[in-house]
């Protein structure tokens, strides 16, 4: 159906959810995906080494905790709850990782620890949202100071580097996965988005979060164990985020308490500009991967064009409103248009 | 303002409705009403529910506007634009739940927005204390205005908002239901404030369910049902039981296609179930074939049993078992594995998502059998969905539109739907045709029926009385929180049902 003729009675229902019948025709993830294509080939063309795979592999891993984090946040997001505790959890993460490299422990173990500790931060952010019923956004603001704090605590204000060069050359971009111009956590990102995917648009775990978000009353009361997803997805999201944690202490080879800090907003940022609907029930997982790719891609152009970080931030600010506000105002117009159906 | 009643002749309305119709959308909500409240008379307005009483009161108090007819407002036609207007014009309505600011005093919630100035526009604390201790003195109640109104009961909450009337000299009362969770004591304060209110000259409305308040506390009563004019008289001479009649009285035809139950061995079982506050030590059966309706009045704490028993609330005791098997407390999962569905009265907020579609919706209660190799099949999404819409002749344009384009009678259809999919052995639903036009009414009723006919068990909450009769094998009444009376098909009528839900002695029913 691309042509609808102008009935003389307008149906009642299909006039009150008009909207949502123009938001079929333009979905905004498909969108940023377009946006994403237009800023590559425009950085080809106008920015000199931006296609170069040396460039191009930088630019991939520098975008690679937002990525791991944007995932879980994606469905934290669809299912109307959102973390914003990941980027202390990955600075936690990073500082314990530290002292305990600092006081001898093996690599092998400190890892499953920081891995173990992330479940534990999520397990709690989750705890308190489902059994205390306290909302989302305060609880993962308290736990954001939280583990934050505990990571001072952990390292106080001292850096920890030197660590085994098999485990950072996997985590920077000097090597990249054999044949290709992508580097390990990339690759990894990858694999994950695919799982990611799947979960959320192909499984009865990603159609029950995509209800929660919507009308979580309405869920519960379709048998939908609400308590439960949330508690898994906030557990998976401090998982990721002390993974993310070494990844990024080995990519920069060094563990300090203040790693990534105000990260968690580049993450949202990225899963908002994806066309995840901040209220819930909303989104593609493709889409927010489109806008982490996005944010990663402009803020190399600019970089490479020696523009400020300031102003990197200014951009990616202002894309972000620009995302935000660009459905509503189609909804809204689309709205009015249909209030004066007689209009020539 | 006169402090005597005045006596003898009627006096001339201040408040009267002429003619007034109103609609919403193709349900006619109010047909030619008429009604006149006098200066020193309380009104009662009587009515099942739906019969559109709120909506007349909504038209009084300036919340709706009628298409036809007028409003006079000592006999002058008058125009409300908002709420506002008719507070202005000294008509004050007080709702059963009263929306104070629980963390002002009560001298601030009733001054809220106008309290008096002293220089600099700082607020004169004094001078709105001393006022809202006339105002409690004039009422002849005991309340403190200085203290937050956070822990009032509500019948010192509604005492609040009745002096807040006050002070806007409020010269036409309106109450809707303001007794429903009120103790008999409070019931009597409150009514003894009115009654001051009533000799210093106050028109005053009431609405109650509660048919012996209409007695004790009015002298005139208007019934409607249906959205039209039944009577409009004295109080003086009418007994309870003709006023039930007035409310209820109506044919029933084909819009109950009962089928003849042949009930078989015992579905659901619940035993003593309580929720503390709520409703207390509940027990009943339903048995396979067998269509049983639990009725009462609004707020009897029915919808509360059958989310209790589904398991979306939890119930603080008691037991409830599927086909003899317990289910576990406060878990739908579990509730709906054992084969119990709910069809929630709520449908927009709990029945559905508006923003998904059709077929997401019903899909939602079958995601473990749609699965293979933890994937959900598309097809069989479809499959589902489609095959349900096909036998609930169900009018959509397509499976993947929002269930929100659909009308309010197909809506229901999909949350039959869903929960009918998961071939449940005890289907529960609650008020299923409210809100629903009359075909797609008697299509729910004859699907009812056929299902029940098929062996399923059917709990069936319904505030329509009619429905009630039409459709039950056997009725179960609630009054406030406690089952009162199980009367059988053959016994069943609008008094016997009537009497039990408004809590009156010595109905033909028996106690549970």
Not at chain 2, 168 to 193: H, K, N, Q, Y
Not at chain 2, 408 to 424: I, R
């Amino acid at each position: 159906m691309t042509t609808a003729p102008p009935t003389p009675a307008p149906a009642r229902e299909e006039t009150r959810h008009g909207p949502g019948r123009i938001g079929r025709f333009l979905r905004w993830d498909a969108a940023v995906g377009a946006l994403l294509v237009a800023a590559f080939l425009t950085g080809t063309g106008t920015t000199e080494g931006f296609s170069d795979t040396a460039n191009l592999s930088a630019a991939l891993n520098d975008t690679a905790e937002v990525a791991l984090l944007a995932l879980p946040m994606t469905l934290l997001v669809v299912a109307g709850q959102v973390d914003l505790s990941v980027a202390s959890m990955l600075g936690l993460s990073s500082a314990l990782a530290g002292s305990l490299w600092d006081a001898g422990w093996s690599f092998e173990l400190i890892v499953p620890l920081c891995l173990v500790v992330g479940l534990l931060g999520g397990l709690l952010n989750g705890w308190l949202v489902t059994r205390v019923g306290l909302p989302s956004l305060a609880v993962t603001i308290g736990t954001l100071t939280l583990y934050r704090g505990l990571a001072s605590v952990v390292l106080g204000n001292k850096a920890v580097a030197d660590f085994p060069e098999t485990y950072a050359q996997w985590a920077g971009n000097s090597e990249t996965v054999p044949g290709t111009f992508v580097p390990y956590p990339i690759a990894l990102f990858c694999v994950l988005a695919v799982v990611a995917a799947v979960v959320l648009h192909s499984t009865g775990f990603g159609r029950a979060l995509f209800a929660v978000g919507a009308q979580e009353d309405a869920a519960w009361f379709a048998g939908i164990r609400v308590k439960r997803i949330k508690l898994i997805l906030f557990a998976v999201s401090g998982f990721m985020a002390s993974f993310a944690g070494i990844v990024y202490t080995l990519r920069y080879g060094s563990a300090r308490a203040d790693n990534g800090l105000g990260l968690e907003l580049t993450v949202v940022a990225a899963v908002l500009l994806g066309g995840v609907d901040f209220d819930g029930g909303k989104g593609t997982l493709g889409g927010a991967v489109a806008g982490v790719l996005l944010i990663g891609v402009l803020n190399n152009l600019l970089t490479l064009n020696d523009i400020s970080h300031e102003i990197q931030v200014i951009v990616t600010g202002v894309l972000l409103i620009v995302s935000v506000l660009t459905p509503r105002v189609i909804a809204v117009l689309t709205a009015r248009r249909q209030r004066q159906p007689a209009a020539p | 303002m006169s402090k005597t009643a005045p006596a003898g002749a009627d006096p001339a309305p201040v408040l009267a409705l002429k003619g007034v119709s109103k609609s919403f959308g193709s349900v006619r909500a109010l047909r030619d009403i008429s009604l006149e409240l006098r200066a020193g008379e309380s009104h009662a307005l009587a009515g099942e529910n739906g019969a559109g009483k709120s909506t007349l009161i909504k038209t009084l108090a300036g919340v709706h506007r009628p298409e036809a007819g007028t409003v006079l407002l000592d006999g002058e036609p008058a125009v409300f634009h908002g709420p506002a207007d008719a507070r202005d014009a000294g008509i004050a309505v007080i709702y059963q739940e009263p929306t104070l600011f629980a963390d002002l005093s009560i001298a601030e919630n009733i001054f809220m927005g106008r309290q008096p100035r002293r220089t600099l526009g700082r607020i004169d604390h004094a001078a709105v204390h001393a006022a809202t201790g006339a105002l409690m003195e004039r009422l002849g109640v005991d309340l403190d205005p200085g203290r937050t109104a956070r822990g009032l009961s509500i019948a010192d909450q509604q005492i609040v908002e009745i002096a807040k009337a006050l002070s806007f000299d409020a010269r036409v009362l309106i109450m809707d239901e303001p007794t429903a969770a009120l103790t008999g004591s409070e019931t009597a304060r409150l009514f003894s404030v009115v009654e001051t209110l009533r000799t210093e000259g106050a028109a005053v409305l009431f609405i109650s369910h509660r048919l012996g308040e209409i007695f004790d506390l009015c002298r005139h009563v208007t019934t409607l049902r249906d959205g039209q004019l039944v009577a409009s008289e004295p109080l003086e001479g009418l007994t309870e039981d003709e006023l039930v009649r007035r409310m209820v009285g109506r044919d029933l035809g084909e819009l109950y296609p009962k089928q003849e139950a042949r009930p078989g061995g015992t579905a659901l079982t619940v035993r003593r179930l309580t929720r503390e506050g709520v409703f207390r030590d509940v027990s009943f059966d339903v048995r396979e074939g067998e269509i049983v309706a639990l009725a009462g009045l609004v707020g009897a704490g029915r919808s509360e049993v059958a989310q209790a028993v589904f398991g979306v609330d939890r119930a603080d005791a008691g037991e409830v078992r599927v086909n003899g098997q317990a289910l576990r407390a406060g878990s739908p999962t579990a509730a709906m594995r054992a084969g119990l569905a709910l069809v929630p009265e709520d449908r927009r907020q709990l029945g559905l998502v508006m923003d998904a579609s059709i077929e997401r919706n019903i899909g939602l209660t079958g995601l473990r059998q749609l699965r293979t190799r933890g994937l959900v099949r598309r097809a069989g999404e479809r499959a589902r969905a489609s095959d349900w819409a096909l036998r609930l002749s169900l009018k959509y344009g397509r499976l993947s539109d929002p269930v929100g384009f659909l009308s309010g009678g197909n809506q229901q259809k999909v949350v039959l739907a869903k929960w009918l999919a998961t071939e449940p052995s005890v289907l529960i639903v609650d008020e299923p045709t409210r809100g629903i036009d009359v075909g797609t009414k008697a299509e729910v009723h004859r699907l009812l029926s056929s299902l029940a006919a098929d062996g399923l068990a059917v709990l069936m909450i319904s505030s329509d009385l009619p429905e009630v009769l039409g459709m039950a094998d056997r009725v179960l009444v609630m009054h406030e929180g406690r089952l009162v009376a199980e009367i059988p098909r053959a016994q069943a009528d609008e008094e016997s049902v009537m009497a039990a839900a408004t809590g009156r002695a010595g109905s033909r029913g028996e106690a549970a």
